[in-house]
């Protein structure tokens, strides 16, 4: 018993271990996309006479991604119901490894014309049917593997990972904006790219060795033959509910990608400064994400989900203030704040809150799509918000957006309560009653 107990806190580890690189190599592929549209893609895809028109190009291919995301949780979250969580992650990791890749090695507009932004939205969706079923089997397997009492701490370092892909994906732009602009937009842009393929090998390595989840394995003969239909038959309300808790990651997409791309387009804020705020936040993420983790193991994660909400609706207008006072530090608190403490809190928790309002014959298609199509939200979000701009410095009716979501995301976490697992059909009669 001994043996076995130790075996499974092994495996659980190793699961969380390859859950986390996983997710370093998504957010990584995922978000040095969004630094690159925000930064270079307006000039190298879909130059334009007005700056702002190719900026708001250059963002919404990066929403262009968030469309595809709920066409991926319904193919690998079906799959993922039927078939298990590991083969798919496999399937997954390697497609968006190949779609990343591939963006490095793409010729520009100068080169080939209207072809080049064309093959980027193509990649950028291939980057999102594979995020779509990456993240959430990713969720599943290290939930499904970690001990009761501890669930929310082990998916927490699922989250870690992204932001350790985030760290990644900010940080090698850093040097990167240094260059030339002639240098950047000439090769330097292509080296985020195409290191995606080392981690890519290193991820699959460790991933192979992880067992299947053991809550599946021990339920795989009672499988759903059509998942989708099943969940919306009978756990429609999880998915309302959890659709709308994940409107939540809105805050996400307006530090990382519309931040980035106002502080330094209209605010005249330094890259290398906004880049390095985003930076510190995420590794203030690092730390807090595991704390947040352990502590709603403790004292339940709904409160602490809900409560990092509500801090969220402040922080926006907090963080969108900091930067039209043009003060590098200030900007940097603000950011860490924001991103790094208030963030981390439902973003820590939303891997194992989701997952147990329903059940396990529907939970990866039922968490995949409900996430997915709220993150359509997120991933349009920076382009609505500068529709949103009444003017240069006129941020409040983004705050208002984004504190808005955040919001909604709080009232949805009160209202959520776990599923209950339907109970064993009888395989015999059953005794008669004595009369």
Known sequence: ??????????????????????????????????????????????????????????????????????????????????????????????????????????????????????????????????????????????????????????????????????????????????????????????????????????????????????EFAAKKAEVAQAPVVEMFSKEWRAFIVVFCCALICSVSSLVMIFGLS??????????????????????AALICQPLFGMLADHIGKKRIFVLGCLGCCAGVFLFLWSITTGNIALIILATVMLKGIIYSAPNALWPSFYAEMFSIRVRYTGVGLATQLSFIVAGFSPSLCYALLGGVSDWLPVAYFIGGMALIAAIAGMVSRPAAEPAPQLTTKPLAAHG
């Open 262 to 283: 106002w502080a330094a387009n209209n605010q005249n804020i330094d890259r290398a400064s906004m880049l390095s705020a985003i930076a510190a936040s995420q590794v």
């Open 1 to 214: 018993m001994t043996t076995s107990a130790t075996k499974d806190r092994r495996m659980a580890r190793k699961a969380a271990f390859g859950s986390f690189l996983g997710s370093v190599v998504e957010y990584y592929d995922f978000f040095i996309y969004g630094s690159a549209a925000a930064l270079v893609f307006s000039t190298l895809f879909f130059p334009s006479t007005d700056p702002m028109a190719g900026t708001l190009a250059a963002l919404a291919t990066f929403g262009v991604g968030y469309i595809a995301r709920p066409i991926g949780a319904l193919v690998f979250g079906h799959l993922g119901d039927r078939i298990g969580r590991k083969k798919v992650l496999m399937m997954t990791l390697l497609l968006m490894g190949l779609a990343t890749t591939i963006i490095g090695l793409l010729p520009t507009y100068a080169t080939i014309g209207a072809w080049a932004p064309g093959l980027l939205v193509a990649c950028r969706l291939l980057q999102g049917l594979s995020a779509g079923g990456e993240q959430v089997g990713a969720s599943l397997l290290t939930m499904e593997h970690a001990p009761g009492t501890k669930k929310a701490f082990y998916t927490s370092w699922l989250i870690n990972g992204a932001s350790m892909g985030s760290i990644l994906a900010t940080s090698v732009f850093i040097p990167l904006s240094m260059l030339s602009e002639e240098q950047l937009l000439s090769w330097g842009w292509r080296i985020p790219f195409l290191l995606s393929a080392l981690m890519v090998i290193v991820t699959l390595i460790i991933r192979a060795g992880v067992d299947e989840s053991p």
